[in-house]
């Protein structure tokens, strides 16, 4: 079946740090691809997103690439402020779109 | 910017009790899902709801479950005999505003924290 699988956090940078949080994947067929952000106490967020092989979701200075031959949907940030501090995940839809899985999640921190 | 509203935002009930938890979700949005996350791990699919009959479900979601969209606008989770291990946030999301597609990525509620006692 389907998976995702992310790198396990937490993760701590300092502000204005590179950040890369690797996530590969599973599945039959072409996916959709996801990043959702949670920030303490809150729901969940659509922060970027892919639908095809080679398209680059970007949002608030986030990126990530759909990789069909490696099967990898990273994000990576350049600079990262405080207010970045959240648990990201990495998600999947199938083409018909009536379940996203989720991967475990990763916790950012980043310190002044 | 639309919203995804759940309420309460916190219920506490005995074991055995039955709950229903409640959504209003985006209202041109088509397609309607609960999730739910324990102590801030894994969200997991519990079901989703498109047409006014269940598009899919997981494993979780037995016959202790179920969804209603009783009035076209809320869309409800009722959860018949609560155990303690219910206990977890459960989040109402919706999508869709139909483009062919059904999933272009999900808005979901601020989540209502369910604690079974």
């Known amino acids: 079946g389907n998976s995702v699988t992310q790198m396990e956090g937490p993760v701590t940078l300092s502000e204005e740090a590179f950040l890369t949080i690797n996530c590969t994947y599973t599945a039959t067929g072409y996916p959709s691809l996801f990043w959702y952000v949670q920030y303490p106490g809150e729901g969940l967020q659509l922060l970027l997103k892919?639908?095809?092989?080679?398209d680059k979701g970007s949002n608030k200075g986030f990126e990530a690439t759909y990789r069909k031959e490696t099967t990898s949907f990273h994000l990576e940030k350049g600079s990262v402020q405080v207010s970045d501090s959240a648990v990201y995940f990495c998600a999947l839809s199938d083409l018909g779109g009536f379940k996203t899985i989720f991967g475990a999640g990763t916790r950012l921190f980043v310190k002044a | 910017e639309p919203e995804v509203t759940q309420t309460p935002s916190h219920q506490v009930t005995q074991m055995g009790q039955e709950v229903i938890l409640r959504c209003v979700p985006i209202?041109?949005?088509?397609?309607f899902y609960w999730y739910r996350q324990i102590l801030g791990q894994k969200v997991e699919f519990l079901v989703s709801f498109y047409n006014n009959e269940i598009s899919e479900k997981s494993e979780i979601f037995d016959d202790q479950f179920s969804v209603e969209r009783p009035d076209g606008s809320n869309f409800t989770l009722k959860i018949r005999s609560t155990k303690l291990e219910d206990s977890a946030m459960y989040f109402c999301?919706?999508?869709?505003?139909?483009?062919?597609?059904?999933?272009?990525?999900?808005?979901f509620g601020s989540g209502t924290r369910l604690t079974v006692v």
């Open positions: 209202s041109n949005h088509l397609y």
């Open positions: 999301a919706s999508s869709n505003p139909g483009q062919g597609i059904p999933n272009y990525g999900y808005t």
């Open positions: 892919a639908t095809k092989a080679d």
